[in-house]
């Protein structure tokens, strides 16, 4: 689609000089390393709920009990019941969007 635009964290090789002259050779259109930086205050309060969600399932399959600790079906339903934790956590929400900047 023409209206698309990609966008890459600060990861070593979408910064490097080869990956940013390669996409501007096959006219990509893309947010270079200037333009936003990998640790963009727009991205924090989802990168935040996306490290507690990886840390608590995480968790839940260290301590999971069984042959199939490392299966797709317990790791699914672990994601599912934290998920459905982090929806009642509307204090945690509040204070992450706290955290923003003001203008």
Do not use: C
């Not at 079906?73 to 945690?92: M, P, S, T």
């Amino acid at each position: 689609p023409e209206e698309v635009v990609y966008l890459h964290d600060s990861a070593p090789y979408h910064k490097a000089n080869a990956t940013q002259r390669l996409l501007k050779d096959l006219n990509i259109d893309f947010f270079d390393r200037t333009e936003w930086p990998g640790s963009s205050l727009d991205l924090n309060a989802a990168e935040h709920v996306g490290s507690i969600l990886m840390d608590k399932v995480e968790s839940l399959m260290i301590s999971e009990n069984g042959s199939d600790r490392n299966s797709q079906v317990v790791l699914l339903k672990h994601l599912q019941n934290v998920l459905h934790e982090l929806e009642n956590e509307q204090e945690l929400v509040k204070n992450l969007l706290k955290s923003y900047l003001k203008d």
